[in-house]
């Protein structure tokens, strides 16, 4: 399982990437392994804006529905595009193909209280 130094994650399982004054957002390597195959991700729209922990979006796979919640508040400047036509990007490159949205932080300092990759390895179940 992939877990990123450098990204803060949520204990929803999504996480986040600075990179300037934007945020890109996505779902964790564990989340989409125990999700299954994603066939359908719903996301907001450009400009719609985000307020952290809650709900933005849902992701559907073979096994069930899952709500995304944001881990920051922020405006929606680019949604990922590829994921209507290629769901299963999320499964495939959480972190890189299958990123779900990117926004404008309004508070980049809330971040700080989201896991870091070690905290967020801690809470993961123990593989067997």
């Not at 929803?12 to 299954?36: C, F, N, P, T």
């Not at 995304?68 to 929606?76: D, S």
């Amino acid at each position: 399982m992939d877990i990123r130094d450098g990204l803060r994650y949520t204990h929803e399982h999504e996480w986040i990437r600075l990179e300037a004054d934007e945020g890109v957002i996505g779902i964790s390597d564990y989340a989409q392994e125990e999700l299954g195959d994603v066939v359908y991700v719903a996301l907001p729209n450009l400009g719609t804006r985000l307020v952290a922990g809650q709900r933005f979006g849902e992701i559907e796979s073979v096994k069930t529905v899952s709500e995304l919640f944001a881990p920051a508040t922020g405006e929606v400047t680019a949604v990922n595009e590829a994921l209507e036509e290629h769901p299963e990007l999320v499964n495939e490159s959480p972190f890189d193909d299958g990123w779900l949205v990117t926004i404008v932080l309004t508070d980049p300092t809330e971040l700080e209280s989201l896991l870091d990759a070690a905290a967020y390895r801690a809470e993961l179940p123990a593989a067997d």
